[in-house]
């Protein structure tokens, strides 16, 4: 119960004042991902520095209280990882939240443990998982472009 109460006041925390989002005026190449079924959509940017380490994860969210604080603790928790890693943790959570992933859990990830309850509600997976497939594909462009690059 006491869990259940912060677990709702991290999520409230972070649709209220998410962290790094950004409007992306001004930026051409972003990915963009709409849930029809709840009417949220995210714009998201990703900066790979020339090491392959993300620098930062921007994006401009709109929608329920779980898509938005869902990429807030994104964006926090998987800044200054490699592209790799990140590309990593982004398929371990979306197989957390759908209950593909048995054995693992959200324990490990910080604040990002509170959307752990979603798993229970596919129509709200949507909603959690929205920004992460947004990232996935940004990271899978720039695994690309770091792999066509001169990488000795
Ligand atoms: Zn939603």
């Known amino acids: ?22 409007d992306l005026s001004g930026v051409s ?6 849930n029809p079924t709840c009417g949220d959509s995210v714009k998201l940017v990703v900066d790979v520095d020339d090491d392959g380490i993300v620098q930062g994860i921007r994006y401009n969210s709109k929608g329920c209280a779980i898509s938005v604080a869902s ?3 994104m964006s926090e928790r998987l800044k200054g990882l490699t592209v790799e890693e990140a590309l990593r943790r982004v398929r371990e959570f979306v197989q957390i939240l759908r209950g593909e992933s048995k054995d ?21 997976v949507k909603c959690a998982t929205l920004a992460w497939h947004a990232l996935e594909h940004a990271l899978e462009k720039a695994a690309g472009s770091a792999a066509s690059g001169e990488k000795s």
């Open 71 to 73: 990429a807030s603790l």
């Open 1 to 22: 119960m006491a869990f259940e109460d912060l677990y709702q006041e991290i999520i409230l925390d972070h649709y209220r004042h998410p962290r790094n989002f950004d």
């Open 29 to 34: 190449e972003q990915e963009v991902y709409e």
């Open 104 to 124: 693992s859990s959200l324990e490990d990830w910080g604040d990002l443990i509170a959307l752990e309850g979603v798993a229970q509600y596919p129509l709200r």
